[in-house]
């Protein structure tokens, strides 16, 4: 029945905009205020209920949570499954997946890519395969905060949700090479 009600959705919001939190929650998965979900996450269809999802969390694109593991199925005739808890202020680079029975703390990131298969520690950055912390959340927020620079900023004008004019990627372009990065709103 839910995987019915979750292809029905993802038809019609090409003419009712549904967001993803919103399809996502109406299957049944716990999901906290302030999260985004970005398009082409899978939360397991199979196992749904066994995932928690805090508050301001954000699923970057193609996000793979998967409360299961049938590798062995068709030797011992049974799933594992497990339980994923997603705690509050949890950001989830893009193509990263997480596995059963794991718990990633509060004030965490994973890196793009990584496959999360043991618990992530609160306040950490975790990447790789499989994930493993780096360094902890409160130094890497101050990294980013010394890579700020009066000229490297740029506001929402300079995305595609600001419509974006030639001339702002082209500013946007220069600063990137003058400084290998930029941050925009």
């Known amino acids: ?4 009600r979750l292809l ?7 003419f009712i905009p549904i967001d993803n939190v919103t399809i996502f929650k109406r299957m049944g998965v716990k999901i906290g205020s302030d999260c985004k979900i970005m398009n082409e996450v899978i939360i397991d269809y199979s196992h749904y209920w066994l995932v928690s999802i805090g508050n301001n969390v954000t699923l970057a694109p193609r996000v793979h949570i998967i409360a299961h593991d049938a590798s062995a199925k068709n030797n011992i005739n049974y799933t594992k499954i497990g339980l994923i ?3 509050d202020n949890v950001f989830i ?16 990131i994973v890196g793009a890519g990584s496959i999360v298969v043991k618990d992530i520690p609160p306040n950490s950055v975790a990447v790789g395969s ?3 912390v780096v360094k902890s959340f409160d130094d890497f927020i101050v990294m980013q905060k010394n890579l700020l620079r009066s000229d490297n900023c740029f506001d ?8 974006i004019t030639e001339k702002k990627k082209q500013e946007m372009v220069a600063i990137i090479k003058k400084y290998g990065y930029a941050f925009v709103e």
């Open 85 to 87: 808890d997603i705690q």
């Open 156 to 163: 929402e004008s300079y995305t595609t949700r600001g419509n």
């Open 130 to 132: 499989p994930a493993r």
């Open 8 to 14: 029905l959705s993802k038809i019609f919001r090409f």
């Open 1 to 4: 029945m839910n995987k019915w």
């Open 93 to 108: 680079g893009a193509g990263s997946i997480i596995m059963p029975g794991v718990t990633i703390g509060k004030n965490v």
